[in-house]
C-alpha cells in the first residue's frame, strides 16, 4: 500500500500547526446572493474540515472596492452583513477541527466583460490593455494603486478579526496582481513597471499592507501562476533568474507561503530540470511552498473547454516522489475534494479504493 505517512505529519506556518499537509485548494462558488454567504456555504466548508483536510483556503473574495469585482454572488469583505457570513466560515470550519485562509480578490480587467454604465466603477489594471492590445479601462493612477492597496490591508484585517488564520492573495490566473507581474499587461514605465523587481512592487506593496494590518504572526501566503485564465501557455517568467527577481521582493515583503498553482503539479517548469514550479519556488525564495494541479486525477482542469465527462481518478505515487525529494511542502486539492469532501479521511484510512471521480457535469450539485 502507498506510504502516505509524510504527508500526515503536522507543518508549522508563522506560528499556526497545520495536522497534516493537504489544504483545500480555492474554489469559486458564485453562491453568495448580493455577497452575503449563508449557511449553506458554511456547512460546504465544514464538510471539507470534518472530511479531515488541514487547511481550507476559502474560495476568492472581493476585497472592499468597487473596481474589484466582476462577478456575481461572490462573498464580499464588504458591509456588516457580509462579514458576518464571512465570519461564520471561520467559526464552522473551525468548529469542524481545521483552519482556514480567506482568499482576497481583485479581478483588474476582467471587470471589463461586464455590461458597465456610464456611473459604474472603473475598470482598473496597470495599463488599460488586454494582453491582446484591446484597451479595458484606464491605467491606474497612483492614487487607484493607493487605494487598492488598503483595500487588501482593511481585507487582511478584517479576516484576521473575523477569526480566520490567515490570508492568501490571489496573484495567479491574470487577475490583479498578476497582470503586473506579466509584461503582456504591464507597459508602465513608472516604478510599478519594466524590469522584474518595478513589476512585483504592487503585489509586494500589497503583502506588507496586510502584514502591517494584522501583525507579524499572522500568515500571508500568495497565489501565483504561470497561465492565465484566457491562455494556458502564457508565463510570467522564462527562466529561473526572472522567477526569483519576481518573487524576491514579495518574500522580503512579509509572505509565508507560496501557493503555486499549475494545472498539473508534475509538469517540469523549466528547461533542463525535472522541478516543478512549486520546487523552483521552494529552492529560489526559501520558503515553505504549496504545490497543486490535477492531484489524484488524471486530468488538468480546463476552465476554456466547456464541461466534458468524468475524471478519471489517479495514483498519488508522483506526488509522494516529490515530497520525498522535499519539493513542496503542504498539497491543495480541488476537484477532487468537490467530489469526495473525506477525501482525505478516505486518503488516511486507505480507502482510495471508495473515492468518487470528478465530473465537471455535477459541478452545482457538489455542494
Ligand atoms: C470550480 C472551480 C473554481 C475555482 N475558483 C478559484 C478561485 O476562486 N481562486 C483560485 O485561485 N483558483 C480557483 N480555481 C482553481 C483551483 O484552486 C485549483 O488550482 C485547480 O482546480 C487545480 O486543482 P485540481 O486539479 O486539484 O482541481 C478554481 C477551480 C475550480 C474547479
Redesign the pocket.
Known amino acids: 500500500m502507498t506510504d502516505l505517512s509524510g504527508v500526515f505529519t503536522p507543518f508549522a506556518l508563522n506560528g499556526l500547526t497545520l495536522p497534516n499537509r493537504f489544504v483545500m ?4 462558488r458564485a453562491r453568495s446572493p448580493d455577497g452575503v454567504a449563508g449557511d449553506d456555504l458554511a456547512r460546504y466548508y465544514a464538510r471539507r474540515a470534518r472530511g479531515g483536510v488541514g487547511l481550507i483556503i476559502t ?2 473574495v472581493w476585497i472592499d472596492e468597487p473596481s474589484a469585482s466582476y462577478m456575481a454572488n461572490v462573498p464580499v469583505l464588504g458591509r456588516p452583513d457580509q462579514l458576518k457570513g464571512l465570519g461564520r466560515i471561520a467559526d464552522a470550519v473551525h468548529e469542524a477541527g481545521s483552519r482556514v485562509f480567506i ?1 482576497l ?1 481583485h479581478a483588474g480587467f476582467h471587470r471589463a466583460s461586464l455590461q458597465l454604465g456610464a456611473d459604474a466603477p472603473p475598470v482598473l489594471s496597470p495599463s488599460g490593455v488586454a494582453p491582446d492590445g484591446e484597451v479595458v479601462g484606464s491605467p491606474m493612477t497612483d492614487a487607484d494603486i493607493a487605494r487598492v492597496i488598503d483595500a487588501y490591508g482593511r481585507g487582511a484585517r478584517e479576516a484576521r478579526r473575523l477569526g480566520f488564520d490567515g490570508v492568501e492573495i ?1 496573484g ?2 491574470g487577475y490583479l496582481p498578476d497582470q503586473f507581474l506579466s509584461t503582456l499587461t504591464n507597459h508602465r514605465a513608472d516604478g510599478y513597471g519594466g524590469e522584474e523587481g518595478a513589476r512585483a512592487r504592487f503585489a509586494a506593496e500589497v503583502v506588507a499592507e496586510c502584514r502591517r494590518r494584522t501583525g507579524p504572526d499572522f500568515p500571508i501566503g500568495f ?1 501565483l501562476s504561470q497561465w492565465k485564465l484566457w491562455d494556458y501557455s502564457a508565463r510570467i517568467a522564462d527562466t529561473p533568474r526572472v522567477l526569483a527577481a519576481l518573487l524576491s521582493p514579495l518574500a522580503a515583503a512579509g509572505v509565508d507561503v507560496f501557493h503555486c ?1 499549475t ?1 498539473r503539479h508534475w509538469d517540469a517548469e523549466f528547461e533542463g530540470s525535472t522541478l516543478g514550479l512549486a520546487g523552483w519556488v521552494k529552492a529560489l525564495t526559501g520558503k515553505p511552498v504549496i504545490t ?4 489524484g ?1 488524471d486530468e ?2 480546463d476552465t476554456r473547454h466547456g464541461r466534458r465527462g468524468e475524471v478519471p481518478l489517479a495514483s498519488l505515487e508522483p506526488l509522494l516522489e516529490q515530497f520525498g525529494r522535499n519539493e513542496f511542502d503542504l498539497v ?5 475534494l ?1 467530489a469526495n469532501p473525506d477525501w482525505v479521511a478516505k486518503m488516511r484510512e486507505g480507502r482510495a479504493a471508495d473515492l468518487k471521480a470528478f465530473d465537471p457535469r455535477a ?1 452545482t450539485e457538489l455542494f
Open positions: 485548494a480555492p474554489m469559486t474560495e476568492g482568499q480578490w490571489h495567479a490566473h497565489r498553482s494545472r497543486v494541479g490535477s492531484v486525477l488538468a482542469l491543495a486539492i480541488g476537484r477532487a468537490l459541478l
